[in-house]
């Protein structure tokens, strides 16, 4: 019964390659349990947050794919022509009822399974991963293979190392985020982190116009970082934090002279004076997850730059916070440009969802 807290991943470099691991391509979704028993279905969030009412359309076809009762753990995402959309995906969590039945059409969520918790009365958490995903398999193909539903699929799957490096080059262009690697005789254990997961990263020198302060009121929280482009516009493209509360107290000083005299001539201008920004890459929208969360900033002169390790790129955004590497004192700022960065060519996702089995 949910709810249940799903099992979690440990951050490793490269692609294990001991014996008795599993490999499983990273998915840039939702995490998400699926609960059914009969004409019921519920979808429950890695922290607890029901997700059934935001995607209608996914419990029609969990319906016709699942067996009558059953726990899979899974994700949600948003496929396209050009791969895995997570901007899109987002903006599925709209509070108004009408807005979700719209957008259920207009960008529809598909379900990737990869771990089978239960099956009838049987209990397979404390089973091995090698059974657990040989009776998913089964379950799935029983289920889905009637109806030719190609929007719940069973994630792809491999024991050979050098073909889950394959997938962690070739499939970083459709948006997936790495490699997953799975001990074969691991039991289900809920909210540890026992597997390992594989993710891009790179590094890239921006420029720094503003920061947050931390929760705590006595210091940074997270450095604004920008990048040009080809017409010389400042983009918002992410933020750098977790910093030690060392640190944290030491960059109140460091930053401290280009908090004189911000707002002159900074590119950000209008939305400081407004502190609310209604579209475009730029800080302090409304936060999408916590509605009462503070996005407050406070400018600074943007001549600073830091190299920052970031994953991937996604909509001219870092998809997850950056880590300040160091400052340069070496680079202008008028160096930091979209150009930098390396592009990943799209892979076909198709070529994805066939290997999958859909």
């Known amino acids: 019964m949910p709810p249940v807290r799903p099992m979690l991943a440990t951050a490793v470099r490269d692609v294990p390659r001991s014996p008795g691991l599993a490999y499983e391509p990273k998915w840039d979704g939702f995490r998400c349990v699926v609960f059914r028993d009969g004409a019921e279905v519920e979808l429950g969030s890695r922290n607890d947050r029901p997700l059934t009412r935001y995607f209608p359309e996914l419990v029609e076809l969990l319906l016709a794919a699942l067996p009558q009762r059953c726990v899979v753990d899974g994700e949600i995402v948003v496929v396209t022509d050009d791969g895995l959309d997570f901007d899109t995906l987002q903006n599925r969590l709209h509070p108004a009822a009408s807005r979700v039945r719209k957008l259920a059409v207009e960008t529809p969520a598909s379900f990737v399974a990869f771990d089978l918790l239960a099956l009838g009365d049987r209990d397979l958490s404390g089973e091995p991963f090698g059974e657990r995903r040989r ?8 289920s ?7 929007r719940v699929i069973l994630t792809p799957f491999t024991e050979d190392p050098d073909t889950a490096q394959d997938w962690f080059t070739r499939f970083e262009g459709a948006g997936f985020d790495g490699v997953m690697a799975k001990p074969l005789a691991l039991p289900y254990e809920q909210n540890k982190r026992v ?9 890239a020198d921006c420029v720094v ?7 705590d009121g006595e210091g940074v929280g997270s450095l604004l970082l920008g990048l040009f482009d080809d017409e010389g516009v400042l983009h918002h493209v992410g933020v750098a934090s977790s910093f030690t509360a060392a640190r944290r107290r030491e960059l109140v000083g460091e930053l401290a002279p280009l908090r004189e005299n911000t707002l002159d001539d900074h590119p950000w201008r209008g939305w400081a004076e407004a502190q609310e920004q209604a579209g475009g890459r730029m800080p302090g929208a409304r936060s999408r997850w916590s509605a009462d969360k503070d996005l407050a900033w406070e400018p600074l002169r943007p001549e600073l730059v830091a190299e920052v390790r970031y994953e991937h790129l996604l909509s001219g955004r870092f998809r997850h916070g950056g880590r300040l590497v160091r400052f340069r004192p070496d680079r202008t700022p008028e160096s930091c440009t979209y150009a930098q960065l390396e592009q990943v060519a799209p892979a076909e996702l198709a070529e994805v969802f066939g290997t999958a089995g859909s």
């Open 135 to 142: 009776v998913l398999a089964e379950a799935l193909e029983g």
């Open 144 to 150: 889905s293979g009637d109806t030719g539903n190609s």
């Open 195 to 203: 597997m390992f997961k594989v993710k891009h990263e790179r590094t």
């Open 209 to 215: 116009a503003g920061f947050r302060w931390h929760k």
